[in-house]
């Protein structure tokens, strides 16, 4: 039941965002008082016009998402909404659409307290995990838990889009054409509960009202400051929408504008949705690389369940962090959970190559010299016939990476094989869209070492397990056992021992 | 001819503000090729809709303004404007309605060079004038030609409107209800060709939302940052705006913030129209000061003849100086002109008083604890039959200044009489809405003895111009008679060497 889409039908990568953004620009975020007659609720809403889906969550309190059929009706419920009146301090007034619903004079008759309705918006610890994981009865109902408490739910698909939709709001005051898209794991499939929120400002559509045709004699133009390169242009404008966002911006706390990067960026936390957000500006490769995993994610089911349970194993033995160092990233051990898969026998996903080749003339894509054309259309894809099982294929991952050559090859899914690497770097795994970057260029020597002998280590667990049975069906205190086994930080203890 | 407003029948202070609000969103300003066919002109922008007015000025080369009938049209042919593409320069992107208008291909035939309708937004040098003024055959036509020469012109106004229209755009897109409003000369009908824009930008309108009656047991407000004080706030908004208008405002250059000061505003020239700018906030006493201007004004024509007149006649001396220092102001000289005026037998105009005890209900005002309630409908006024013409006033204003006792009285057009003035400044002219602050404490000694010195000496010329005739009818060379006299600054060359 959690893989809807996929018994849906599968829509390209384009067609489920400029879905999600229209839900998104038709919505509204608010604040809630702690109890709240749903009927009430509904009613107040409903008088500007149809409501099309609304949820609650709780985040240090309770919030509420409202989407209407019509965008108009979020102009008509702008126009009710005041500003506040402050006995000590001053409001700084500013249009958006994140509100704060309260109840007038006594707050009469609580009916309901819809905290009861909230789905969660992260996740569990590992412990509590392990514990789910281990009451299971096989290893598909593991699997099919472990995606449950990690992948991002429809809520908070929705709650991402909206957010990225309120900061579009901001630049597009201002800035004709551009747009703000997210990017990242908040779209391509693999996201987990909790990830932050990748957005980039998007000023290249500007270029698609460049070109077009002279109907006249005359033409009128916008009359614009100029400066020198673009990088210029994408300073000022992410340090100007990082100041408002400081000044003004409701909600957003923590603004650092972070300009002098290689990739210019604005970072700053979302207090209502809890997300941790990067805005970057004209990112457009990063969107294509998200696009292809999205793809990869959307061609067989299997692909996304072992990317999760590579991801949270990897995390729960420190081979990923959440901060920036040393360690492989979660982008990086992606691309290394496809490279696996292609290299299956027959393989599972087909190379980069290959979705080149079924590419139709709308995906043309040539991005700063970089050919990032592929197939957008999933039914063109053929899929050979393999039928190994995920615990098969997490056995086989581990077996793979334990014997790879690391210091002679390196990981392409371009061609879907191992090339001769440079020796400059540990671990090689080509850029999709350009062959000559390192995406893991970051990984020391110990780090790579720790992902083996962990890659060793669970391939020595996992056939243990062969033999292991689920040991409670639902009781209380239960063995861990099959992929809670590999989750336990205790069964690598002397690897842990390794760590620097 | 130029008096149209008071043929038509006078229309109230804040009838000809949203009158002129409303051209002003309804408007375009672009620059134009050199060049320009009126003809094609017309119909490449009816395209969009009708247009109701439309004009063109020079100002380094040539602009056009274009009013619609809709704002819609607006959107239209925003909807239907590029971004410039540029070779070795990169646009930012900005939403505005300053356009640039450009011919496509070859500049096909030009048929009409425009710059032949050109009215012009700036004054003509004073020995021109003086030249100008000579050729007239009485003082009635001097004065007119006084007046059609300084005066602003309605495409001026128009424009005026527009400039703070264009920036209500810029702040409106983020502060809600937010309005900018001119005041001062360029609303209150004393303004001269090239006087400065000062503009208010108003976050009060706020607070009549707030006030709304709610109509069910829940309520919305917007999510909003909050500060300590309301100069905060004030100062925030104008240094975000200021920072944009530096940054990407097209046409805006030599931004300054000055936030420090008493009144925090934000001071730039906008190139397109040729106005230095000065956008204040929450500046609502200097509103209602422009009002009753405004009012004075309209009561009789010889009101804004001897302001004017009195002002070019202050400016030429050195009275008053474009910056700010020991000088008398613009605005002290105004207002001494309708002190003057007030003390006629029979009055001209009635005093502030009398206008308070006119209004009515909708006419109560207080901001920040000042009573600056007056009547707005003009027509409620009754004016005491005075005949006097205004050589004989222009005479006898001198006069009245020459024998002031500014030592021991104050002016106040409150009371319409002189009062018992404080002892610490020179020249005391009571704020008329607050009648504890002085107007002119700036005025230094010297400053007020030439003032004094000058009417004296301007007393003695007029009389000599009595005997006077016009010298030349429409010819060539002129001896200079009647006003001109008075503008020549070689007639008060003893005067001059007494200047420090
Ligand atoms: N070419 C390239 N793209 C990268 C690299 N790191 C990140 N990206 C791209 O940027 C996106 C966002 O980066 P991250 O936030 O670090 O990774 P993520 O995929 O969102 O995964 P999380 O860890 O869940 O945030 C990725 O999905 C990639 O598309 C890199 O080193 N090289
Ligand atoms: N209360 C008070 N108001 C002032 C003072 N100076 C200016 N103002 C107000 O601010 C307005 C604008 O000031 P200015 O730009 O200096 O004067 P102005 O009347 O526009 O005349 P110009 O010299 O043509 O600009 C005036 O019309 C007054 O309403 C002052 O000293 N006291
Ligand atoms: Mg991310
Ligand atoms: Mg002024």
Redesign the interface.
Same mark, same amino acid.
């Given at each position: 039941f959690l893989l809807s889409d996929e018994k849906e039908g599968r829509k390209s990568f384009s067609a489920v965002q400029v879905e999600r953004q229209g839900q998104a620009e038709r919505s509204v975020l608010?604040?809630c008082p702690p109890k709240i007659n749903e009927k009430?609720?509904l009613k107040?809403f409903s008088r500007h016009g149809d409501i099309k889906k609304y949820f609650f969550y709780e985040r240090n309190g309770l919030y509420a998402v409202v989407e209407f059929a019509k965008r108009e009706c979020v102009e008509s419920? &702008?126009e009710?909404?005041?500003?506040?009146?402050?006995s000590?301090?001053?409001?700084?007034? %500013?249009?958006?659409r994140? /509100?704060?619903?309260?109840?007038?004079?006594s707050a009469?008759s609580p009916n309901q307290q819809s905290g009861q309705q909230c789905q969660p918006q992260t996740t569990i610890p590992i412990d509590q995990l392990i514990d789910r994981l281990s009451r299971k009865e096989s290893i598909d109902q593991q699997v099919t838990s472990l995606m449950e408490t990690y992948q991002l739910t429809d809520d908070n698909s929705r709650l991402r889009f909206l957010v990225c939709s309120l900061l579009q709001d901001?630049a597009a005051?201002?800035?004709?054409?551009?747009t703000i898209k997210l990017f990242g794991s908040s779209v391509n499939g693999f996201g987990k509960l909790g990830c932050d929120l990748d957005m980039f400002l998007d &000023?290249d559509d500007?270029s698609g009202?460049?070109t077009?045709k002279?109907e006249?004699?005359? %033409?009128?133009?916008?009359? /614009?400051?100029?400066?020198?390169?673009?990088r210029?242009?994408t300073q000022?404008?992410l340090s100007?929408l990082g100041?408002?966002l400081d000044?003004?911006?409701?909600?957003c706390n923590g603004v650092q504008k972070i300009l002098n990067a290689h990739c210019p960026l604005v970072r700053f936390f979302h207090h209502?949705s809890g997300f941790q957000c990067d805005l970057t500006a004209n990112n457009r490769v990063a969107m294509k690389t998200t696009e292809l995993l999205y793809l990869y994610g959307e061609l067989d089911p299997r692909v996304r369940h072992l990317v999760f349970i590579v991801r949270c194993w990897a995390r729960v033995h420190g081979i990923t962090s959440s901060i920036s160092g040393a360690w492989i990233t979660n982008f990086s051990l992606t691309i290394m959970v496809l490279f696996f898969l292609q290299r299956r026998n027959p393989p599972i996903i087909p190379c980069l190559d290959h979705l080149k080749d079924l590419a139709g003339p709308m995906d043309n894509s040539m991005i700063e010299g970089n050919d990032c054309t592929f197939v957008s259309d999933l039914s063109k894809i053929q899929l050979q016939r393999n039928t190994e099982t995920l615990d098969q294929l997490l056995h086989e991952f581990f077996e793979f990476y334990s014997a790879f050559a690391f210091s002679k090859m390196s990981i392409d899914i371009r061609k879907g094989k191992e090339q001769i690497k440079p020796v400059k770097n540990h671990l090689h795994i080509q850029n999709p869209f350009d062959s000559s970057l390192n995406i893991s260029k970051n990984v020391n020597a110990a780090q790579l070492e720790r992902f083996v002998a962990l890659c060793q280590e669970s391939t020595w667990l996992l056939e243990q397990t062969k033999t292991n049975t689920p040991s409670g069906k639902g009781g209380s205190a239960s063995t861990p056992w099959g992929l809670a086994t590999l989750l336990q930080p205790t069964n690598v203890a002397e690897i842990k021992s390794n760590r620097k």
């Amino acid at each position: 039941f959690l893989l809807s889409d996929e018994k849906e039908g599968r829509k390209s990568f384009s067609a489920v965002q400029v879905e999600r953004q229209g839900q998104a620009e038709r919505s509204v975020l608010m604040s809630c008082p702690p109890k709240i007659n749903e009927k009430k609720f509904l009613k107040y809403f409903s008088r500007h016009g149809d409501i099309k889906k609304y949820f609650f969550y709780e985040r240090n309190g309770l919030y509420a998402v409202v989407e209407f059929a019509k965008r108009e009706c979020v102009e008509s419920l &702008l126009e009710a909404t005041k500003i506040p009146c402050l006995s000590n301090e001053f409001p700084m007034p %500013f249009k958006s659409r994140l /509100l704060s619903l309260s109840h007038y004079g006594s707050a009469a008759s609580p009916n309901q307290q819809s905290g009861q309705q909230c789905q969660p918006q992260t996740t569990i610890p590992i412990d509590q995990l392990i514990d789910r994981l281990s009451r299971k009865e096989s290893i598909d109902q593991q699997v099919t838990s472990l995606m449950e408490t990690y992948q991002l739910t429809d809520d908070n698909s929705r709650l991402r889009f909206l957010v990225c939709s309120l900061l579009q709001d901001i630049a597009a005051a201002y800035f004709p054409e551009c747009t703000i898209k997210l990017f990242g794991s908040s779209v391509n499939g693999f996201g987990k509960l909790g990830c932050d929120l990748d957005m980039f400002l998007d &000023l290249d559509d500007i270029s698609g009202r460049r070109t077009k045709k002279q109907e006249s004699g005359l %033409f009128l133009e916008y009359q /614009l400051k100029t400066v020198s390169t673009e990088r210029v242009v994408t300073q000022r404008i992410l340090s100007f929408l990082g100041e408002c966002l400081d000044q003004f911006g409701p909600g957003c706390n923590g603004v650092q504008k972070i300009l002098n990067a290689h990739c210019p960026l604005v970072r700053f936390f979302h207090h209502p949705s809890g997300f941790q957000c990067d805005l970057t500006a004209n990112n457009r490769v990063a969107m294509k690389t998200t696009e292809l995993l999205y793809l990869y994610g959307e061609l067989d089911p299997r692909v996304r369940h072992l990317v999760f349970i590579v991801r949270c194993w990897a995390r729960v033995h420190g081979i990923t962090s959440s901060i920036s160092g040393a360690w492989i990233t979660n982008f990086s051990l992606t691309i290394m959970v496809l490279f696996f898969l292609q290299r299956r026998n027959p393989p599972i996903i087909p190379c980069l190559d290959h979705l080149k080749d079924l590419a139709g003339p709308m995906d043309n894509s040539m991005i700063e010299g970089n050919d990032c054309t592929f197939v957008s259309d999933l039914s063109k894809i053929q899929l050979q016939r393999n039928t190994e099982t995920l615990d098969q294929l997490l056995h086989e991952f581990f077996e793979f990476y334990s014997a790879f050559a690391f210091s002679k090859m390196s990981i392409d899914i371009r061609k879907g094989k191992e090339q001769i690497k440079p020796v400059k770097n540990h671990l090689h795994i080509q850029n999709p869209f350009d062959s000559s970057l390192n995406i893991s260029k970051n990984v020391n020597a110990a780090q790579l070492e720790r992902f083996v002998a962990l890659c060793q280590e669970s391939t020595w667990l996992l056939e243990q397990t062969k033999t292991n049975t689920p040991s409670g069906k639902g009781g209380s205190a239960s063995t861990p056992w099959g992929l809670a086994t590999l989750l336990q930080p205790t069964n690598v203890a002397e690897i842990k021992s390794n760590r620097k």
